[in-house]
T-cell receptor, first 118, second 110 residues
């Protein structure tokens, strides 16, 4: 079964609104989570790396004020797309790695969240 | 970060063996090689991981030559449900900052 869960799986919003996507590690403590963005028929593009309790590290070209990432606990990271516009429509995927038991060092991906901005 | 190069696409038929090769010329000593499978609108799914020589699990085999500058994912007797994109990634355990390459789009036909 899934060890990393994303919610919502699909979201449609109006332009100008903000949308929050949650990424949860279900049975391990995720010390590090990664957020990716994927356009149709393209590869995953790393947006940012977040470590629990500290500020996220964003990749070059990714607006940190646009894509707010919070990793306040060892089981939850959130990505908030602020003032969303149609060009923000994409498939967002999180992944997590931790240091707990047999999950130590393994990387697990969430199911992805499809955002459509009208 | 070791960059990977894979064929953009491959075609096969049901029941055939498929081998997808990935080049990673600047792989580091501590790097492992991991392959993921991705279906449309889903997150990547782990297939297999190895460091050197050969690794086999219930779904695939991974062949890594001695110089580790490439690796080959082998899928035995593919079915229609194996149609997906396959990514080869290289990195240390803990996978800090994994970067995805283009992936290989495998199409399995009847």
């Amino acid at each position: 079964g899934a060890v990393v869960s994303q919610h919502p799986s699909r979201v449609i919003c109006k332009s100008g609104t903000s949308v929050k996507i949650e990424c949860r590690s279900l049975d391990f403590q995720a010390t590090t989570m990664f957020w990716y963005r994927q356009f149709p028929k393209k590869s995953l593009m790393l947006m940012a790396t977040s470590n629990e309790g500290s500020k996220a590290t964003y990749e070059q070209g990714v607006e940190k004020d646009k894509f707010l990432i919070n990793h306040a606990s060892l089981t939850l990271s959130t990505l908030t797309v602020t003032s969303a516009h149609p060009e923000d429509s994409s498939f967002y995927i999180c992944s997590a790695t931790g240091t707990s038991g047999r999950r130590n060092g393994e990387l697990f991906f969430g199911e992805g969240s499809r955002l459509t901005v009208l | 970060l070791a960059k990977t190069t894979q064929p953009i696409s491959m075609d096969s038929y049901e029941g055939q063996e498929v081998n997808i090769t990935c080049s990673h010329n600047n792989i580091a000593t501590n790097d492992y090689i991991t392959w993921y499978q991705q279906f449309p609108s889903q997150g990547p799914r782990f297939i297999i991981q190895g460091y050197k020589t050969k690794v086999t699990n219930e779904v695939a085999s991974l062949f890594i030559p001695a110089d580790r500058k490439s690796s080959t994912l082998s899928l035995p007797r593919v079915s229609l449900s194996d149609t997906a994109v396959y990514y080869c990634l290289v990195g240390g355990l803990g996978f800090q900052k994994l970067v995805f390459g283009t992936g290989t789009r495998l199409l399995v036909s009847p």
